[in-house]
């Protein structure tokens, strides 16, 4: 009885027409895609020589803003996808992000080769590195004594 009421169900669904309408055509274009914002970059020193959390801590004094390198430019990021084709993401003096790939120019040094840690700049005949800004990662949370039970029942 109930496998005869659930095909009449099934049949009643494809019979009977649906109630809703299609949207209506328009004139208008499709949208384009943007192009994506670079993200913006907090200012690390900043915020590391003012903790908010406990107004007794003071900031780590391993923790040094990276030293300027070709002009004060710090690279961000670098993203590799084979052999020769790369993207990094640069950061200026001026605080601008840009996105740069070999054979890119910026101001005057040319940019010949870049792999997972750092970018190699040329100008006339002078090289200059740039290697990624690395941060050390802060030790674990210290537990609270609070522990999960292994076999997952209560205790």
Same mark, same amino acid.
């Given at each position: 009885?109930?496998?005869?009421?659930?095909? #009449? %169900? %099934?049949?009643?669904?494809?019979?009977?027409?649906?109630?809703?309408?299609?949207?209506?055509?328009?004139?208008?274009?499709?949208?384009?895609m943007?192009?994506? %914002?670079?993200?913006?970059v907090?200012?690390?020193? *900043?915020?590391l020589?003012?903790?908010?959390?406990a107004?007794?801590r003071?900031? @780590?004094?391993?923790?040094?803003?990276?030293?300027?390198?070709?002009?004060?430019?710090a690279v961000? *990021?670098?993203?590799?996808? +084979?052999?020769?084709? %790369?993207t990094?993401?640069i /950061?200026?003096? @001026? +605080?601008t992000?840009?996105?740069?790939?070999?054979?890119? #120019?910026? @101001? +005057?040094? /040319?940019l010949?080769?870049?792999?997972?840690?750092?970018?190699t700049?040329e /100008?006339? +005949?002078?090289?200059?590195?740039?290697?990624v800004? /690395?941060?050390?990662?802060?030790?674990?949370?210290?537990?609270?004594?609070v522990?999960?039970?292994?076999?997952?029942s209560?205790?």
């Amino acid at each position: 009885m109930a496998t005869i009421l659930l095909l #009449v %169900a %099934a049949g009643l669904q494809l019979a009977l027409p649906t109630i809703s309408a299609l949207p209506e055509e328009t004139t208008l274009a499709p949208r384009r895609m943007r192009e994506p %914002a670079p993200p913006s970059v907090p200012s690390y020193p *900043g915020i590391l020589s003012d903790p908010i959390f406990a107004p007794d801590r003071k900031a @780590d004094a391993s923790i040094e803003p990276p030293a300027g390198g070709m002009g004060d430019y710090a690279v961000l *990021g670098i993203a590799t996808a +084979g052999a020769g084709n %790369a993207t990094a993401l640069i /950061k200026s003096p @001026d +605080g601008t992000i840009s996105r740069i790939q070999p054979g890119a #120019v910026l @101001d +005057g040094w /040319k940019l010949i080769q870049a792999d997972m840690n750092s970018l190699t700049f040329e /100008k006339n +005949g002078e090289r200059h590195i740039l290697t990624v800004e /690395k941060r050390p990662t802060p030790p674990p949370a210290a537990s609270n004594g609070v522990t999960a039970p292994e076999n997952g029942s209560a205790q």
